[in-house]
C-alpha cells in the first residue's frame, strides 16, 4: 500500500512505497514523469541515494525539476529517515546490494543512478557491480579522500560547509539526523569511512559526472579531480557558491547538468 506523502516541499504526484529486500527496509518515493511526451528519446529514469544522516528530503527540489525528462526515484535506506532499523552494521557494500535488488525487483532498464556524499559510496558500488546495467553515474560531494578518514575531520569538515547553507536545507539536514539518530549515524560512518570509492570507480562502465559546491570541505576539489580521472570517462563541474549539499540549495543548476549528462 502506498504511504501517506511527506509534507508541502514533497513534490506533487509522488507516491512512496516501503520495499522488504533480504529482511532489510528500503523506503522508495516516486515522482512520475512530467515531460510532455513520456514516449520522447529523452524519457529517463534516475535514481537518487542520500548520504550519511540525510534522507530523501534532501533530493525534493532537484526531484521537481528532474520530473520534467522523466520519472524520479528517491531512496531512503535502512536506519534513516524512521525506516526500520537494522540491528548490526551494513556497509557500503550490503547498502549497495539492496539498491541494486531493488531497481531489479521494480523493473527500471539502464537507469541513471546519483549519489550524495556517502550515497555517491553506494551508487558507485552498484554500477561497479553490475556492468551494463546503468546507462550514468552522478556523483555529488563524494566522500571520502585519503585526507578525511576519520570521524573529527569528516565533522569538522561538514560544520564548516554548513555554513554556506540555506536556514531551509539546515532545517531539513536537522530533522534528517534526528530521524537516523546518533547511534545509527556513528555506526554508517564507519561504514563510510572504510570503503575506498577511488578503488571502485576504475570498474564502472558508464560516464561519470562529479558535482562539487566550490564551498564543499568534504569532497575537495583535488579530491573530485582524481574521482574523475580514476574513472574511465569521468569529469568535473564545480557550482560556485555552494556547500556540500548542492543538489539542495542550487537544484536547477543540478539538474541541467544532470540532464546533459543522461542526455
Not at 120 to 139: D, K
Not at 198 to 210: S, T
Request: charged share 25%.
Amino acid at each position: 500500500m502506498p504511504l501517506p506523502v511527506r509534507g508541502p516541499r514533497t513534490p506533487e504526484g509522488t507516491t512512496v512505497h516501503d520495499h522488504r529486500i533480504d529482511g532489510f527496509t528500503l523506503r522508495a518515493w516516486t515522482v512520475a514523469d512530467r515531460s510532455p511526451d513520456p514516449r520522447a528519446e529523452n524519457g529517463r529514469e534516475v535514481v537518487l541515494v542520500h548520504g550519511l544522516g540525510a534522507s530523501s528530503a534532501c533530493f525534493e527540489h532537484l526531484a521537481q525539476h528532474l520530473a520534467h525528462t522523466g520519472t524520479v526515484h528517491m531512496l531512503d535506506l535502512p536506519g534513516f529517515a524512521r525506516v526500520p532499523r537494522p540491528a548490526e552494521r551494513l556497509e557500503v557494500e550490503d547498502l549497495a546490494h539492496l539498491v541494486a535488488q531493488w531497481t531489479e525487483r521494480v523493473g527500471l532498464l539502464r537507469p541513471t543512478l546519483l549519489g550524495h556524499s556517502m550515497g555517491a559510496q553506494v551508487v558507485t558500488e552498484v554500477v561497479a557491480s553490475a556492468p551494463g546495467t546503468f546507462s550514468g553515474l552522478v556523483l555529488v560531494g563524494p566522500t571520502t579522500d585519503a585526507g578525511g578518514r576519520s570521524a573529527p575531520r569528516q565533522m569538522l569538515r561538514l560544520a564548516r560547509s554548513s555554513v554556506h547553507d540555506s536556514l531551509e536545507l539546515q532545517r531539513v539536514l536537522l530533522r534528517s539526523y534526528a530521524e537516523c539518530g546518533p547511534r545509527w549515524y556513528v555506526r554508517e560512518m564507519g561504514a563510510m569511512l572504510r570503503h575506498r570509492i577511488e578503488e571502485r570507480l576504475p570498474e564502472v562502465d558508464v560516464p561519470v559526472l562529479l558535482v562539487r559546491g566550490e564551498k564543499d570541505h568534504v569532497a575537495p576539489a583535488d579530491w573530485a579531480e582524481l574521482l574523475a580521472t580514476t574513472a574511465p570517462r569521468g569529469r568535473v563541474v564545480t557550482v560556485p557558491g555552494a556547500g556540500h549539499a548542492v543538489m539542495y540549495d542550487h537544484a536547477r543548476e543540478v539538474s541541467d547538468l544532470v540532464r546533459e549528462h543522461v542526455g
